[in-house]
């Protein structure tokens, strides 16, 4: 689970969150366009969002912080104690 998480901290993960946002908001409003498309659109606003201000909504689930910053020391911390 620590790889997936130090991925999604990653610059690639950042870019990748905000890349699948962007893509869901212009599935919902230019290929759907009804309601559904619009509910995509805004979900498609929580990765995005997610990725232009490095927060991780999955990591509290796991008991680890919702901060990139505080994220990444955590997983360090861990991967020191274990190593």
Do not use: K, W
């Not at 498609?44 to 919702?66: N, Q």
């Amino acid at each position: 689970m620590n790889a997936f998480f130090s991925f999604m901290t990653s610059s690639a993960g950042r870019i990748a969150r905000i890349v699948a946002g962007l893509a869901l908001i212009l599935v919902g409003l230019l290929v759907l366009q009804n309601t559904v498309g619009y509910i995509l659109a805004i979900i498609g606003l929580v990765p995005l969002l997610a990725g232009i201000f490095d927060r991780c909504v999955f990591a509290p689930l796991f008991g680890l912080p919702f901060v990139g910053p505080s994220l990444r020391q955590a997983l360090h911390d861990r991967a020191e104690q274990a190593g």
